[in-house]
């Protein structure tokens, strides 16, 4: 699905094989006086979207968006799995749906494998909602915007530098094609903390100094191996606790709260020391991510932020981020914001769904009811921002901004087929090298 691929029935292919591929369905084929291809472009009211990766969040993303617009119609699926594909068409067409009459989806519309995600990108959507493991998202935003769609896509948007790069190149190309892109990244479409960034920009806490932020939460679901399934179904479906798959938790979750202080800062950092390890969750059903991180960062301005984050049940959950100023200090999580000082304020207006205020943001976008989007290149760099945190934990080393952004780690396996795929050694500070 990323950096490599397979046929439907999980043929074997390799990296180097599937990017060929891949830029041979892309390249060229669609002249740039043709990246206006949507209905609504042409004169209708309809956007036709597909989403693919058909699990939670997937669904969750199809809801989100029939409820941003009735413009909407869901009109194709892709995943890996057919009984993930089933059961997210079987519920947006449901009793249970409310807008069930705008996501019928018919079989030839439903695409199985490893290259389902090509033939949707491929058929008449005018949007792609992205929602598969982070690993996949590099080639599939690339494969979309090649094929001049507009794009959803969640975060993070890559688990490695490699990835990273692929991102940012296929950003550059959105905006040559003039296409809309937003990212899941869903505090930036919250009003509470739109409302909290404008008062941090007007000097309402001083000149920002430092910050601190938090993903602290228990456990989460697990899969075990079903010994039915081969080592790669089964990591694809237990995908939380593989690197090359989620990034670990620190970038497929804490990605949030770390967008957040590169936003309240108003850049990326240049340097990470970390540490972190694997306490609790040390079975062989738990892959091999860890289950805690802290993380200093250093911005150009000199500005520090602390970073933590854990899965571990038992402890005191924390969500949130703090942002101090030479005069006040801010406290934000989802559905709050306030400011600390001498002149507090709380934040008490209307705090609309961001999950579908984001795609409200989109649609606007591709409609020109709203500013031109393209969210990607920013949310790279927030991505990137988790992903050198987590190789200075792994390493013990500190790493830097451009020495993690030029770094030639790639965590793709080496094809992708349903087959034996051995879990990696848990990482071991001061002996795993930095690649």
Same mark, same amino acid.
């Given at each position: ?25 892309? /390249? ?155 990212? /899941? ?16 920009r007007d000097g309402a806490i001083g000149e920002v100094v430092a910050a601190r932020c938090f993903w602290n939460m228990g456990g989460l679901w697990v899969k075990k191996h079903d010994p039915n399934w081969s080592d790669m179904e089964w990591q694809i479906r237990n995908w939380l606790y593989f690197t090359w798959l989620s990034g670990d938790h620190i970038v497929e979750q804490h990605v949030h709260n770390l967008d957040v202080c590169n936003w309240a800062i108003g850049s990326h950092p240049i340097s990470a020391m970390g540490m972190g390890g694997r306490e609790v969750r040390t079975a062989p059903k738990y892959g091999h991510v860890f289950d805690h991180f802290a993380i200093e ?16 049940? /038992? ?121």
């Amino acid at each position: 699905m990323n950096k490599a691929q397979a046929t439907s029935n999980g043929a074997d292919c390799s990296r180097r094989d599937f990017v060929k591929a891949t830029a041979v369905v892309a /390249g060229g084929a669609i002249p740039l006086a043709a990246v206006a291809t949507s209905a609504y472009g042409a004169g209708s009211d309809q956007l036709r979207a597909g989403l693919i990766g058909c699990g939670n969040r997937g669904t969750g993303a199809a809801v989100n968006i029939l409820q941003a617009s009735d413009q909407v119609r869901i009109v194709a699926l892709a995943d890996v799995f057919r009984d993930r594909l089933d059961g997210c068409r079987h519920y947006l067409s449901s009793d249970d749906h409310s807008n069930r009459d705008r996501a019928q989806i018919g079989d030839d519309r439903c695409y199985v494998g490893f290259d389902a995600y090509q033939q949707l990108v491929n058929s008449d959507v005018d949007l792609v909602l992205l929602a598969t493991p982070p690993h996949f998202r590099p080639i599939h935003f690339q494969a979309a915007i090649n094929a001049g769609k507009h794009v959803f896509m969640e975060k993070p948007v890559a688990v490695d530098p490699t990835g990273i790069r692929s991102v940012i190149e296929s950003a550059k190309e959105a905006d040559r094609r003039n296409l809309s892109v937003v990212a /899941g990244t869903q505090r930036r479409h919250e009003a509470c903390y739109l409302a909290l960034m404008d008062r941090i920009r007007d000097g309402a806490i001083g000149e920002v100094v430092a910050a601190r932020c938090f993903w602290n939460m228990g456990g989460l679901w697990v899969k075990k191996h079903d010994p039915n399934w081969s080592d790669m179904e089964w990591q694809i479906r237990n995908w939380l606790y593989f690197t090359w798959l989620s990034g670990d938790h620190i970038v497929e979750q804490h990605v949030h709260n770390l967008d957040v202080c590169n936003w309240a800062i108003g850049s990326h950092p240049i340097s990470a020391m970390g540490m972190g390890g694997r306490e609790v969750r040390t079975a062989p059903k738990y892959g091999h991510v860890f289950d805690h991180f802290a993380i200093e960062y250093e911005y150009p301005n000199g500005v520090v932020m602390h970073s933590y984050c854990r899965q571990i049940d /038992g402890c005191t959950v924390r969500v949130a981020e703090a942002i101090h100023g030479s005069t006040a200090r801010t406290w934000s999580e989802s559905g709050r914001a306030e400011i600390l000082g001498q002149r507090p304020w709380r934040f008490d207006a209307t705090n609309p769904n961001p999950y579908v205020v984001e795609h409200k943001d989109l649609i606007g976008s591709i409609t020109n009811d709203g500013p031109h989007l393209n969210e990607a290149k920013r949310v790279a760099e927030s991505t990137l921002t988790a992903i050198m945190g987590r190789m200075s934990a792994y390493t013990g080393q500190e790493i830097t901004w451009d020495k993690a952004l030029n770094s030639q780690l790639d965590l793709s396996p080496p094809a992708y087929e349903f087959s034996s795929l051995p879990t990696p050694e848990v990482a071991v500070p001061g002996k795993t090298p930095f690649i």
